[in-house]
């Protein structure tokens, strides 16, 4: 049985620790005997706690986090050595950039044959300034050399990857972060119900977006945009599904803009189904985006999406197929977008419908499909299969 040791800095709610659980669940079920290392924190005990339920065994390694510390990432890198060591690794999947630096280099020192890494998306825009973000691409360009193969969500994921400089073509794969599309859709009420559970109107023109309350997703954008649509859709309201540090900066623009009583900011929750079940449009005007799970959520219930064209989401909608593209940051053209979907139910219904199916190619069977293969090929090249 090949041993397999998987790494990311935290599991915090979200899609790059759903997708890395999925991945660990699915090779498990293939019969691969895997470990996953994480800096594990008391805040994300729910989303730890759903792993283990899954049956992932889960290993904290207490000094890995996000901010760099010269003293704890020396520590998180001798304890994911030793680990690497203690478990005998045969693979080790690192997943997003701390843990992906971190992890590389501990699985070189504890001499792994294979070694694979999954950034989630990437922090070339959105994030840091000129300074920073020179240093880390400088670090990602460094440890891409100690690994055998880069998996990215999508194409434009390994695109944005190579024009700084990191890794060789021959080195990616492209598997999505993949939607269990059937379960999802087996589990979503109807909308009447999911309006009558939620306290939405039957005429509501409803406008969902479902992540982090962080500068990055833009949600802010959506906000400013809720004025303009409101003019030509005054049944409109804006969801947002989620929770986080710029949840008081949202609610204090919507009280300046007056539209208060048309956004809805609902905390964390596990029920994001219901949401996306009683919306009509789903809103992605993120700053950067890997490829966007709770986009995929979305289509797979048959909501249109209006997107930024920013990462990975030009990849999810297919251009204007499931959706419409808007440049980023321009809150009028998201709200141009958004209203015209709120006057025209015909064409929602045709993007909804082409939503609907593009959303199997970022399907958990489509993932996990090339997952396994991914792992075969490598094993087999490795002399380990």
């Not at 693979?91 to 070694?115: D, E, M, N, Q, W």
């Not at 598997?175 to 379960?183: H, K, L, R």
């Not at 030009?314 to 977008?337: F, K, N, Q, W």
Request: with cysteine.
């Amino acid at each position: 049985m090949i041993r397999v040791v998987h790494v990311i800095t935290r599991l915090t709610l979200g899609g790059s620790s759903e997708n890395t659980v999925s991945q660990v669940v699915a090779l498990r079920d293939a019969g691969y005997d895997c470990v996953l290392a994480a800096g594990l924190d008391e805040s994300e005990t729910p989303t730890v706690d759903d792993a283990r339920r899954r049956g992932v065994h889960v290993v904290d390694v207490p000094c890995l986090g996000r901010e760099v510390s010269a003293r704890r990432d020396v520590t998180a890198l001798v304890a994911l050595t030793r680990l690497l060591r203690r478990e005998r690794a045969q693979l080790v999947h690192t997943h997003t950039s701390k843990a992906g630096f971190t992890g590389r280099l501990a699985a070189r020192l504890a001499r792994v044959p294979a070694i694979i890494h999954q950034p989630h998306g990437h922090i070339f825009y959105g994030y840091y300034g000129p300074r920073r973000l020179a240093l880390f691409v400088a670090l990602e360009r460094r440890a891409a050399r100690w690994c055998d193969r880069l998996v990215t969500l999508t194409d434009r994921g390994t695109e944005e990857h190579l024009a700084q400089g990191i890794g060789r073509r021959e080195q990616y794969v492209t598997i999505p972060s993949g939607v269990p599309t059937t379960v999802l859709r087996e589990r979503a009420p109807s909308r009447t119900e999911a309006r009558a559970r939620v306290g939405l109107s039957a005429d509501a023109y409803v406008i969902v977006a479902v992540g982090r309350y962080v500068i990055v997703k833009g949600f802010d954008l959506l906000v400013a945009a809720l004025p303009r649509v409101l003019a030509e859709v005054p049944r409109a309201h804006l969801v947002l599904v989620g929770d986080g540090s710029e949840r008081a900066a949202l609610q204090a623009q919507a009280a300046a803009l007056g539209v208060t009583d048309r956004v809805r900011l609902t905390g964390a929750t596990d029920d994001v189904v219901t949401w996306l079940a009683a919306a009509d449009v789903c809103g992605a005007p993120s700053r950067n985006e890997g490829m966007g799970r709770a986009l995929v959520e979305a289509m797979a219930l048959g909501l249109p999406v209006v997107g930024a064209a920013v990462g990975g989401i030009p990849s999810v909608l297919g251009d204007d197929e499931a959706g419409r593209l808007v440049a980023p940051d321009d809150a009028d053209a998201l709200g141009e977008s958004l209203a015209l979907l709120g006057r025209d139910a015909a064409l929602r219904a045709k993007l909804g419908a082409a939503a609907r199916a593009r959303a199997e190619c970022f399907s958990t069977a489509v993932a996990d499909q090339r997952l396994l293969a991914l792992y075969a090929t490598l094993l087999r090249a490795k002399g380990l299969a």
